[in-house]
């Protein structure tokens, strides 16, 4: 059955200027890509959303933000340029967020756009599988944007998932390099929502949260769970924090639905991390999240933004939905790879963050006993 893929041309407009790590390029380079590399016929269908409303935005943002950051981008539009107090800066970002043409808010509305139409479609059973090009905003919070995330999808897909379709066990799985510290607000005392995040180190990368400790409050104590992975991570680094951690509590928490988001940013060749994930491991991530979707008929939905090497973006984004759908096809490292990438040097480091993982949790899952 082919997947669904949410695109609009006007994604491109989700661009942070010259000399900014996101620009909007990556979402006119990833499509002419795909289209290249494996053609639509029955793999995939482009579909086209609409914007979020300000009543869809209302799901996950506080009014005055949504009114303000409206406005904001209205002014730029105009060529206006002064500081926003409703961005927290990421780590050696301290410019206003006006973007390269003022239409950054457009679209950030329309990758809420396409969560819900993700969500939509899914249930509806018109795909088993939808991918959000575009998708996977997860610093952004109520009140405010963050880390390059203006509106928070992954959040949107879980709320409006529970809210119009009553689902009462959600997996979001963040792969993204950085800790999904917006994501993990929302729902950190939601019992609903198992948040499994699998990241850098925050001790060594924005945004500085996402330690093995953090696991939840009140009755969502134990539904957050932080996988902290040392520099250098590999492919055997994160085929052991699934098969130790995200597989059997996949198992155990019988989710309806999986929600996955991050990009090429654990790529060994990033730029802005320093993980050592290699094509292979994006597939196999993939493939891990397809075996996983079994439990929940097939159904998962992926949101791709990520990744600050545009070389490798596009291959690596292709390796993930590759593995997610099972489609064949080689897809080779387009820049040279390190020798010091040749084995998983940090595998033992991950090993004992495995074990510590396991340990603050094992009294609210069975399988980690």
């Keep these: 059955m082919a997947i669904g893929i949410l695109y609009r041309e006007e994604l491109k407009e989700y661009d942070f200027g010259p000399g900014h790590p996101f620009r909007g390029d990556r979402y006119e380079i990833f499509p002419e890509f795909l289209k290249d590399t494996l053609p ?28 303000f950051t409206k406005e904001y981008y209205k002014a730029a539009n105009l060529g206006a340029s002064y500081p926003n107090p409703f961005y927290r800066f990421h780590s050696g970002d301290n410019q206003p967020i006006m973007g390269e043409t003022g239409k950054v808010e457009e679209a950030a509305r329309l990758i809420v756009g396409q969560a819900k139409t993700a969500c939509e479609l899914v249930q509806e059973g ?42 009462e066990r959600i997996l979001i799985l963040d792969t993204d390099a950085h800790a999904g510290n917006g994501t993990s607000e929302y729902f950190y005392r939601d019992p609903r929502v198992l948040f499994i995040d699998i990241h850098q180190d925050p001790k060594t990368v924005y945004p500085g949260t996402g330690f093995a400790h953090e696991i939840g409050l009140d009755k969502g104590k134990g539904f957050t769970v932080n996988v902290p992975l040392p520099i250098y991570a590999g492919d055997d680094s994160y085929r052991l924090a699934f098969e ?65 090497n545009k070389r490798v973006l596009p291959y690596a984004w292709l390796a993930l939905i590759a593995g997610l ?45």
């Design 325 to 369: 759908t099972g489609i064949e096809l080689k897809i080779e490292e387009p820049e040279p790879v390190p020798q010091r990438f040749s084995s998983d040097l940090a595998l033992a480091e991950t090993e004992k963050i495995i074990g510590d993982v396991k340990n603050r949790l094992k009294d609210y899952w069975t399988c980690l006993r």
């Design 126 to 167: 018109k795909f088993k599988k939808v991918v959000s090009v575009g998708g996977g905003m997860h610093h952004a919070k109520s009140s405010y944007g963050e880390g390059f995330c203006i509106y928070n999808d992954v959040a949107f897909s879980a709320l409006y998932l529970m809210q119009e379709y009553k689902l």
């Design 244 to 308: 130790s951690i995200v597989q059997p509590l996949t198992e155990e928490f019988r989710p309806q639905l999986i929600i996955r988001n991050g990009g090429s940013d654990p790529h060994l060749n990033d730029g802005l991390t320093t993980l050592g994930l290699s094509l292979r491991g994006f597939r196999m991530i993939g493939e891990k999240v397809q075996e996983m979707a079994k439990i929940c008929d097939d159904k998962a939905i992926d949101l791709l933004a990520s990744g600050y």
């Design 40 to 67: 639509e016929n029955n793999n995939y269908r482009i579909i086209k959303a609409e914007p979020a409303s300000d009543e869809d935005l209302s799901l996950i943002c506080q009014k005055d933000y949504i009114d």
